[in-house]
């Protein structure tokens, strides 16, 4: 499954037989039954559940449940800009694929990952989801994810009621100068406006919000402080935060209209050929963030915002594997280098010294 210059990467992998551009659920079909003919880019939301059994130790993980797909909200940096958000199917025919995969799981407790690029529903059909979900008798907490400013507060009102529990929010910046080189918006204080109702609203029902943060072409000492000051006034409706640089992913046919927009901005590449020898361009961001600092930076806010408690409360909910405990995660805490983790660590003495 790859983007759009398959020669480039029939370069790269010349043991692949098969280079399938964009989505690829027709392309294994066809690959188990006759020639392939490789001609689509887009493949609509499977109109099935996916049958979890199928997967070796299935057990261990958390199931996906596919709501919708596509965006096409423009942003710059997504691959997914120019494809169109589908239509959110039935609430009734997704509560009954809620039903389906608990039974996979014999009726254990599931924590599934409704997968959504921009989870978008209205709260009329929030309401209605949840009404079936009762109806169903389902009692299973949920995670999905959405832009900042696409879902109203009653919406989520109703979502949490159906059984949402964390959901991942990308707010990307809170500086208005770097949400319009994003092109996340076009009235910054409108949008940041509507991620503050939206994070309130979270607070208020009950729903941790963990919060996307993007280290964007042209970031300064300012633009970050902006970002974070933002998210601290807020701090009381965040649970976590996940912080990175941004990347510049594909071949040169893809890579360098962007690397030159961001060169616009003042962001250089760090290697000039890595869009031609792997397809994944890193970036000095500005002047002032050169890509190590970048980094440093990423991890400083995500210390900032986590402690353990946090971070475990967030990957441990639809991430980790279904038998992964605290108490293995704090065993692999104490093995590690804090310095290296994107979380404050708090009492490791007294950890050790209870298991000594």
Not at 56 to 82: L, T
Not at 93 to 106: C, F, G, T, W
Not at 207 to 230: F, H, I, P, R, S
Request: proline share 6%; glycine share 6%.
């Amino acid at each position: 499954m790859v983007g759009p210059d398959p020669q480039w990467l029939r370069g790269i992998l010349p043991e692949a037989n098969v280079l399938a551009p964009g989505l690829s659920e027709g392309v294994i079909e066809r690959l188990l039954t006759e020639s392939p003919v490789l001609s689509r880019v887009a493949e609509p939301t499977p109109g099935f559940t996916l049958n979890h059994r199928l997967v070796d130790g299935f057990r261990r993980y958390q199931p996906s449940i596919e709501a919708s797909r596509g965006c096409g909200m423009g942003c710059v940096f997504c691959e997914e800009r120019d494809i169109k958000v589908e239509k959110l199917g039935n609430g009734i025919a997704l509560a009954a694929s809620m039903a389906r995969v608990r039974e996979q799981y014999d009726g254990e407790e599931i924590r599934p990952y409704l997968q959504s690029s921009m989870f978008l529903p209205n709260a009329r059909w929030a309401a209605g989801f949840a009404k079936e979900m009762h109806k169903l008798g389902l009692d299973i907490s949920w995670r999905t994810e959405t832009r900042v400013d696409v879902m109203k507060p009653q919406t989520l009102e109703r979502l949490a009621w159906a059984g949402l529990r964390v959901i991942d929010l990308g707010l990307e910046a809170a500086s208005p100068q770097q949400i319009l080189a994003m092109k996340k918006a076009d009235d910054p204080q409108r949008y940041l406006s509507a991620a503050s109702d939206l994070l309130v609203a979270c607070r208020d029902n009950g729903v941790k919000a963990k919060v996307n943060v993007l280290l964007y072409a042209g970031e300064t000492q300012e633009t970050l402080e902006e970002t974070t000051a933002w998210l601290d006034d807020r701090r009381d409706a965040v649970a976590g935060v996940s912080v990175g640089p941004v990347l510049a992913y594909g071949p040169p046919k893809t890579a360098d209209a962007l690397i030159e927009e961001w060169r616009r901005l003042g962001a250089r590449p760090v290697n000039k050929r890595a869009a031609a020898s792997s397809g994944i361009t890193a970036m000095h961001l500005s002047p002032e963030f050169p890509a190590e600092e970048a980094e440093a930076a990423s991890l400083a806010i995500s210390r900032h915002f986590m402690d353990q408690d946090a971070y475990f409360a967030l990957k441990s909910f639809s991430y980790y594997p279904r038998d992964y405990s605290r108490k293995d995660f704090d065993c692999d805490v104490a093995a590690s280098d804090p310095a290296l983790l994107p979380f404050t660590v708090k009492d490791t003495v007294n950890f050790e010294a209870t298991q000594g």
